[in-house]
C-alpha cells in the first residue's frame, strides 16, 4: 500500500521538526518538508533521513500550492505574534490547504 504524505512547514524547526521525526518513525507515511533554504544543513540532515525537502515560503503561494499537492496531511505552524500584524499569514496557508481537497481540519501552535 502507498504511504500517506504529510507535508510540515517548518520543518527545520522545533515544532515541524518533532512531527517529521513522529511521521519518519511511522510505516505508513512519508514526510515532505518544506523550507526557504533546500542547502541548510538542518534541511540536508532531514534529506539524508527521508524526508523530502521542498524550496517554498509561506509568502509564495505557488510554493504553497506544489508542497501541498497530494498531502493527506498538512502541518503548519505560524508566528502569531506577527500574524497580528501579518494577518493575511494563516488564512493563506489554510485557505491553500482546504483547497487541496484534503485536510480538513488544522491545529495551531501558539
Ligand atoms: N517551540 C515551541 O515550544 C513553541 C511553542 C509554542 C509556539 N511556538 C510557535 O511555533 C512557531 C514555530 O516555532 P519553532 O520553535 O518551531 O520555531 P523555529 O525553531 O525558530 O523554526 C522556525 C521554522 O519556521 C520556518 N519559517 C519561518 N519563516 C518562514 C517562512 N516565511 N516561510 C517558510 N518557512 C518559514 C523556518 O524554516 P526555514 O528557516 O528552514 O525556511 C523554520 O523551520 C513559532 O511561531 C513559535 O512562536 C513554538
Redesign the pocket.
Known amino acids: 500500500m502507498a504511504k500517506k504524505l504529510i507535508t510540515v512547514?517548518?520543518?527545520?524547526?522545533?515544532?515541524?521538526g518533532s512531527v517529521a521525526n513522529r511521521f519518519l518513525a511511522h510505516a505508513d507515511w512519508r514526510v515532505r518538508g518544506?523550507?526557504?533554504?533546500p542547502v541548510?544543513a538542518?534541511?540536508k540532515s532531514w534529506a539524508s533521513r527521508g524526508v523530502e525537502i521542498v524550496k517554498?515560503?509561506?509568502?509564495d503561494i505557488d510554493s504553497l500550492k506544489a508542497a501541498f499537492q497530494g498531502a493527506h496531511a498538512i502541518f503548519a505552524?505560524?508566528?502569531?505574534a506577527a500574524n497580528y500584524a501579518r494577518v493575511s499569514e494563516d488564512k493563506t496557508l489554510q485557505d491553500e490547504a482546504r483547497g487541496r481537497g484534503g485536510p480538513s481540519r488544522s491545529t495551531q501552535?501558539?
Open positions: 512547514l517548518g520543518v527545520t524547526g522545533t515544532q515541524g518544506l523550507t526557504r533554504n541548510s538542518k534541511a517554498g515560503d509561506h509568502d505552524v505560524t508566528d502569531w501552535a501558539i
